[in-house]
């Protein structure tokens, strides 16, 4: 049995969940017709330069910022919520003392709000605080497109996610899944602070780079909902994958591209995992081997394209195995030429 990276059960301060993140955008109109006629996701607030949206059942003023940009579109923080602001005098003292730069900032509806990077170089923002207003998932007369409940969970490539995932978990998050490569290469974790299987997925691909986010849904109708407004609206090719079932076992899914490639994945509620003797999970990586339980795996597109992480700074891993794509599943399957 392989060792895996271990979590530390007394960490410094209280991360409690993925909770927000801020994109730039080429076209701001084309995107949040994109996230709130297909996804559902609700306008808090705009200006001509930033929209602020968030999901039905969510109290917090936003899960999703967008900001214009004439530039490549970018990932500029991935947002994770602590419990209270001692939490972030707390995280500041802790990342003082093990020499992280990190740094208190304002940030539009946000309380206080610390910017630091992970160890792989993500952008990050901690924070605890931001408006509130009352959650409409019952009004369901004002409800679009998948009526995006949540948000969910980041997925991002590294290129060593041992490395990488030793920051999370000496914070405290705990592994649901972890998949490893011969005996003990960690090439896939999944790690989690509330009580479901992701707030943080880490694949080994050249990274930093910045995969997908999640946001859940309550049933798959609303995944249907969304995918016909979608290709009413000229937004079918955005659908890149699914629906799938992932070979965890913990969730349906479909990913979508937003109009400027950012990944989407459209969830339904996933595995409760709270208890202690609750331990992760090991997977042993084959070649061939298909995270899509019915049938059809990603496809290229889904393996190869990613968002850029503002500043992060894009390493290789020593060994860089090849996906089984959709692409490869099909060439298989070819019917052989009669004789
Ligand atoms: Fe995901």
Redesign the pocket.
Known sequence: MSQHPKTNYEPPFNITRASHLVFTARDLALSKKFYTEVLGLVVSDETEDTVWMHGVEERCHHSLTLKKTRGEPVCERVGFRVFSDKDLTRAKAHFDRVGVESRFVEVPYQGRTLHVSDTAGTPLELVATQQTHNRTQTLTHTHKGAAALRMD?Y?VLVPDVSVAAQFYLDLGFRISDYAVVGDDKVVAIFMYRKDNP?DM?FLQRSGPRFH?F?YMVQEMHHVVRALDIAGNLGFGANMEHGPGRHGGGHSY?IYMRDPDGHRV?L?LPATQIIDIDDEPMRYQVKPGINTNLWGLPPPRSWFEETTPLAGAKITSPAVQGEPFSLEKYLFARQPQAAE
């Open positions: 969970h997925q992701h997925v997908h999640g899914y994945e969830l």
